[in-house]
Structures are given as structure tokens and as C-alpha cells.
């Protein structure tokens, strides 16, 4: 669990020929998928490169939550530095804290920026794929500003090729952005619920500004204003910013349309749409009153209809504070403060860098076999699309086995190929009295039920035919192949089979987003 | 009277340390105190008490009637 997906020996050949042809492969190789030049990038931040400039690509390529492409190979870490926050929010709770929960705002303990330091040079020795440091809480990074520039400071100081990012509420962006930029922070991350204060004074119960606390309509206005032109001086001075919006059924989700066109027309990168995480053992606001998040379906459609000239973030897995690794994993727990503050730590640049040319390598192989396989659909036309369940556990390939899988990769097949366009969670719920077997398949397939295929490493008997009685095919003929091939691959063979009557393509039904807090295995 | 901080209820958030115009604030244990020696109640300096108005928890920073009003 705790080794790197690539074993770091199989590359520990200083100065060797090896290293010297890698480092090679990797200059010569100017990112994914433009060798190809389909010139049809259905998501700039997806599709390698795509449509992007070399100098935006340059800056997203190895950022996990900027490029979907980069996420399954790249880590972060998050610091926990910020505990104040300035606003209040009906979706959280920061009263409420279990080390089980996962979600923004919630962490296991706050370090000082010194401690912040030594982690991420525990983890960046630790995890070679780990690129990139964010501040987004427990609270509001800008509502602690010495804190966060000043480990900032001293990370740029001793690990100067790790990139470093913020994520805020943008109440007080405004009044930081020169010192974002003397800290060469190229990627801020606002987040954005409403353009209109009525809408606002329904999810932002207060805000406190210039010594004073406002509430209802007047606090989102300020607060509106203040986002709005944080996120214009930000894209003044090309810094990348990326939109998180959270969507809210019946409260913005009509709305957030509209948001979408006001943060592209000033700029915005990215726009991250997530759904409202509500359960009611969090008792944040919304939770209590019962607020529901969107399904799946519902998630989906907003996304697709926001997309546009502007790319949609569909990876993110709205991660706690203090996150460590893989999006789709969480390695907090190994660096405990107690344990980094004991460890001996040598920042090793080389070692590091030889280990992201393996991972360009891989990501170059696996770009190629992408095309070569949509290269055979050229010619086919279908209006059929299906979504494709995938067990992984990075590299971009389908190397997790059914049973461990804690979220599945959800890609959409068409005859534009294969696109990620979201995941789901599967972890244990808390959920006393069931059989345990039993509750985590129904689980399963409550999750990934908008799904005509779940592709695995392996799968037993048992779990293989209850999916087959969902209609789901489980499908393990493409074990540790991957992703993207093998989805364009399995849809090839689905279209022939529609066509020799072996199958009837159906709609399927709609899928439901994990809720709950969960007991971590 | 000054204010005080129900230990309790003190998520250590630390908003309300550099609010308060009196350095009255300071961390003990991981949750936050009021010294009532050094509290003004902010009279005199903003409209409504600092450590009351940025608190995330309701009914946390209260009055405490161990001590007299403060006087200006």
C-alpha cells in the first residue's frame, strides 16, 4: 500500500544510459495526444494538451486537479495551516470533526508552517509523483494569510520545483493577489456558488468583513463583488484559476449556468462543478434541514450543459484539508505530524525528476495506444453512448480488482472515443446490522448503476453474476491494459453487437453519489 | 464584564486571535481564552465585539458575568 506505483528501483540508475534515454524520450515529447491531431479535445483538460497553448500546458501538465489527464499519474498534498475562515457556509460544519469523514473542511490535526514544511518534504521524498502543494483550509487560506505565505516561503525555499496552489472563498483575494503572484502561486482555485445575492443569502448564512458581520442578501453581494474581482485580477496577471461551484438542487443548480458565463467571461480556466455533500451526521445546515445532493444523472447534465469553450473539472473528489496522494486515495493517515516530525528527510531532486520521466513515459505509451485504438473507429457512426465503470488504481491503467476497489472511474464511450467524465465512491458505509457482502454489492451497484460495463483486474464468481442480474457486464478481459483503449475497445465490440442482434443497447437508469461518512478500511 | 470563550464549544480555529484589538486572546490547550483583564468588549473600538462576530460557532464567545461591566 504504502510503495509507489512504480517501484522507484527499477529506475535508480544515477547517471546511467537508461536515465540519459528517458530524460531523452521526455524532451522530445510535448505532451499527450498531440502527435495525433484529431484536433477534437472534448475537454482541454482531459484529452492531454488538447486545445490548450504550450504555455497553459505547461503549467497544468503535472497538476492533478487542473488536468484530468495528469490525475491518474500525479499526487498532491494538501497542508492544513488555515484554520480561521470568514464566512459562513450552510454546507459545513466546522464543529464537527471525525478522523472518518472525508470532505473539505474537515481535518485530523493543523500543523504551524514549519510543520507544513517538514511534511512536504516527508512526502515529497516519500511519493516522487507528489507535484503539487495546496493551502485550502480547514478554513480559508486568506483568512490566515501569514500563516499561508509564510509556508509558502519556506517550501519554495527547499523544494523549489514543487508547484504551489491555493484554493479560497475570495472574500479577501482582492487585497493578496500581488503577494499570490510574488510567491509564483500559478493556480488559485475560488470557490463560486452564486453571481446573485438572493441565490446567495440562501447558502451564506454571514460573512465577516472589515470588522463587521453581515448577513443574508447584503454579505453575498459583498461577498459576490469581492470573488468576482479577485478572479479578474487573478486572470489579469495569467494566473490560472480554476471555478469550484458546489451544486445545490433547488437553491443554484439552475443557476450555476449562469456562473459558469460570468467566470468564463472574466477568464476563469476551469469550472469544477461538485455536489452538495449533505448527510445529516455532519450537521452542517443543509444536512439538517434536509437538503438533498444530485444524483449522478443530475450532476452530469449540469456538467454537459456548462461545457463549453470553457473545460469542466469532473475528477475532483472534494478532499479534505490535509489530503496526501492520488486523488482517488488518501495517504494522510502515514504522515501523522508525529510521524514526519520523526522522520529523516533528504530532498533528492534527481531521483525525483528520473521518476516523473518514467511516468511521462508511461503516459506516452498509453496517448499512443489511445489513438491507435480510435484510429480503428474511424468511419463508424453510432448515436449510441454508454458509460463504462473502471477499477484502478492509477497510471491510467485497469489494474484494481473488483473487491478493493474504494471508487470507480466513470467513463463515457461514443464514436468520439473514450472520455472520463466522473466517479464514483464505494467505501463501507456506516451502516450496522447488514450483511456485510451483500450491503457493499448493492452498494456497488447503486453507484455505478448508470453503467453498461464495470471493467476490473479480476472479479469473483459471486459479485460477477449480481451485476450481471443489474445488467451490468463485468469485464475483466482487459486486466492492467488501458483505460482509454480498452473502453474504445469494449464500445467497438458493443456497436457490432448491436448490429448482429447479440444485444439490445437500452438507457440505463441514474446512479447515486456517495453521502455518507464511511469507516475507512 | 468581559467576554469568554466556552472551551467546549472552541473549535481552535484561532479566527478570533487576531481580531481582537486588545491581544486579549490566546491558545491553551487547542481551543482559545479570553484574558477578562485585557477585554474591552471592543467598546470604543468597533460596533459589535470582534471575537462574537467571526466566531464560526453560535453561542460560543459569550459575556461573562464574573466580571463587572466595562467601563470606557
Known amino acids: 500500500m504504502a510503495s509507489p506505483i512504480i517501484s522507484l528501483s527499477s529506475i535508480a540508475t544515477p547517471g546511467g544510459a537508461k536515465l540519459d534515454e528517458i530524460m531523452q524520450q521526455k524532451a522530445e515529447h510535448q505532451g499527450c495526444g498531440t502527435s495525433g491531431g484529431s484536433g477534437k479535445a472534448s475537454c482541454g483538460s482531459g484529452a492531454g494538451q488538447g486545445d490548450l497553448s504550450p504555455e497553459v500546458w505547461e503549467k497544468v501538465k503535472n497538476h492533478p486537479c487542473y488536468s484530468e489527464e495528469a490525475h491518474h499519474h500525479y499526487a498532491r498534498m494538501h497542508v492544513a495551516v488555515a484554520p480561521a475562515c470568514n464566512i459562513q457556509c450552510n454546507y459545513c460544519n466546522r464543529k464537527y470533526d471525525c478522523a472518518n469523514e472525508s470532505r473539505p473542511g474537515v481535518v485530523s490535526e493543523k500543523l504551524t508552517p514549519e510543520q507544513a514544511a517538514k511534511k512536504v518534504l516527508a512526502v515529497a521524498s516519500t511519493i516522487p509523483q507528489m507535484t503539487v502543494l495546496g493551502i485550502a483550509g480547514p478554513g480559508d487560506p486568506l483568512a490566515n494569510p501569514e500563516k499561508t505565505f509564510k509556508t509558502f516561503e519556506l517550501i519554495a525555499k527547499t523544494a523549489p520545483d514543487i508547484k504551489l496552489c491555493l484554493s479560497t472563498n475570495g472574500l479577501m483575494l482582492p487585497d493578496h493577489v500581488d503577494t499570490i503572484q510574488s510567491f509564483n502561486v500559478d493556480h488559485v482555485t475560488i470557490t463560486i456558488n452564486m453571481v446573485d445575492p438572493d441565490i446567495g443569502a440562501q447558502i451564506y448564512p454571514w460573512i465577516f468583513y472589515k470588522n463587521k458581520r453581515y448577513k443574508g442578501r447584503e454579505a453575498a453581494q459583498i461577498l459576490s463583488e469581492r470573488q468576482l474581482q479577485g478572479l479578474e485580477m487573478l486572470t489579469e496577471r495569467g494566473i490560472l484559476c480554476k471555478v469550484n461551484s458546489v451544486m445545490i438542487p433547488g437553491i443554484n443548480d439552475q443557476h450555476l449556468v449562469e456562473v459558469n458565463r460570468a467566470v468564463k467571461s472574466r477568464g476563469a480556466f476551469l469550472h469544477n462543478i461538485m455536489p452538495l455533500i449533505s448527510a445529516p451526521e455532519h450537521g452542517t445546515v443543509f444536512g439538517l434541514n434536509g437538503q438533498r445532493g444530485p444524483s449522478a444523472q443530475e450532476l452530469k447534465a449540469l456538467q454537459d450543459s456548462c461545457e463549453g469553450e470553457m473545460n469542466m473539472m469532473r475528477h475532483c473528489r472534494q478532499c479534505r484539508a490535509d489530503a496526501v496522494g492520488l486523488l482517488g486515495e488518501d495517504r494522510s493517515a502515514e504522515f501523522t505530524t508525529e510521524n514526519v516530525m520523526a522522520m529523516e528527510v533528504e530532498y533528492d531532486l534527481e531521483s525525483r525528476q528520473a521518476y516523473q520521466a518514467v511516468v511521462e513515459q508511461e503516459r506516452q505509451a498509453k496517448s499512443a495506444a489511445k489513438q491507435a485504438e480510435l484510429e480503428t473507429m474511424a468511419g463508424e457512426q453510432s448515436d449510441v453512448k454508454i458509460l463504462v465503470a473502471v477499477a484502478t488504481k492509477g497510471s491510467g491503467r485497469i489494474n484494481e480488482h473488483f473487491g478493493h476497489a474504494t471508487e470507480f472511474q466513470i467513463y463515457e464511450a461514443s464514436t468520439a472515443g473514450a472520455k472520463f467524465v466522473g466517479h464514483r465512491r464505494v467505501d463501507l458505509y456506516c451502516q450496522g446490522g447488514y450483511g456485510e457482502e451483500e450491503a457493499l454489492e448493492s452498494t456497488i451497484i447503486r453507484a455505478i448503476n448508470d453503467c453498461a460495463a464495470v471493467f476490473v483486474a479480476k472479479i469473483g464468481g459471486c459479485p460477477k453474476a449480481s451485476l450481471q442480474g443489474a445488467g451490468i457486464d463485468a469485464v475483466d478481459r482487459y486486466a492492467f491494459e488501458y483505460i482509454e483503449q480498452s473502453v474504445i475497445a469494449y464500445y467497438r465490440d458493443y456497436l457490432e453487437q448491436i448490429r448482429s442482434g447479440a444485444i439490445v443497447h437500452g438507457q440505463r437508469g441514474d446512479a447515486e453519489i456517495r453521502q455518507g461518512a464511511y469507516v475507512a478500511a | ?72
Open chain 2, 1 to 72: 464584564m468581559a467576554y469568554k470563550i466556552i472551551a467546549s464549544q472552541c473549535t481552535g480555529c484561532s479566527a478570533c486571535e487576531p481580531e481582537c484589538p486588545n491581544m486579549a486572546i490566546s491558545e491553551k490547550n487547542g481551543t482559545f481564552v479570553i484574558d477578562p483583564a485585557k477585554c474591552t468588549e471592543c467598546i470604543n473600538y468597533f460596533d459589535e465585539p470582534q471575537c462574537v462576530a467571526v466566531c464560526p460557532v453560535d453561542d460560543t464567545c459569550v459575556i461573562d458575568n464574573h466580571y463587572p461591566r466595562y467601563s470606557a
